[in-house]
DNA sequence: GTCGTAATGATAACCATTATCACTATCATG
DNA sequence: CATGATAGTGATAATGGTTATCATTACGAC
């Protein structure tokens, strides 16, 4: 990435302002709503570049990839798979198990997702109701 | 699942026979090469419908599902970024302290996957060479 | 055997993502 | 300025894994 376009600093700004976890297409559309149309190619290839920049980062779902803010230590996701809610959770002995758990099978890390699916706060109440 | 097809048994046996993590393409490629042809949807079908009933798991990659037998015990994946291939591990501290972070943000837990990315052993060797 | 229905398989459709390509914006240099 | 050189844009085509459609076939119950 040599130049931060305007419209690659409305994707920054557009996820820097907020804890979502955004895919490509609720950025187009977040945008053209703002008032910046912005082609959807030129969207997943900004969200390509500021990421490969640590200027955000993101998460691969099943399904698509969804991008959030990087000024945020690292943790990893609790999906709720009746509302979609998305709940973070950092646990450093997990981070460290982990790196033993590699090194025990001689694998150079590099990096990790855990994902956890289940039911969030919210839906369980709704559940027992 | 209301029968088991000679389609799915063959995708069932092909699968039980081997430790490796199978896509969709694989199978079918593979049935062809065994003398059972099957086509590519049945596979999708096949694969599903047995997974449903516990008969096989997967995991969910960025790009595709991949699926391996399901007599063994839980375990989570390692994946070597250079030659793909796939370590199996499995730790229970790890999982216990996932069920605590889950108690912990009032979520119901019903299944996590947890999946490293990093080199190998032969592949770290490789670049040490 | 007949009927109801689950499963098959060829193929179309779907959907997120990537590639293509003509065009525009930006920057360095003469 | 003018001129390139080139990174980026955006409309759109293409890709690739997966799912839907639908006519046909295989099973099981009666
Ligand atoms: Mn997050
Ligand atoms: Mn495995
Ligand atoms: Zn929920
Ligand atoms: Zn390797």
Redesign the pocket.
């Known amino acids: 990435?040599?130049?931060l376009?305007?419209?690659?600093q409305a994707i920054l700004d557009l996820i820097n302002a907020s804890n979502r976890h955004w895919?490509?297409?609720e950025v187009a559309r977040a945008l053209v709503d703002a008032g910046a149309?912005?082609?959807?190619?030129?969207v997943?290839?900004?969200l390509?570049?500021l990421e490969s920049f640590g200027l955000i980062d993101s998460i691969q779902l099943a399904?698509?990839?969804r991008y959030e803010r990087a000024d945020k230590a690292h943790h990893d996701h609790m999906i709720c798979t009746n509302c979609g809610h998305i709940e973070e959770f950092s646990h450093d002995t997990i981070e460290t198990l982990q790196q033993a758990a590699a090194a025990k099978k001689g694998f150079k890390l590099t990096g990790h997702q855990l994902v956890m699916f289940g039911f969030c706060k919210k839906c369980t109440q709704g559940l027992d109701a």
């Open positions: 990435m040599q130049r376009t305007v419209q690659r895919d490509a297409d149309p912005i082609g959807i190619a030129t997943y290839r900004g390509a570049a399904d698509k990839k």
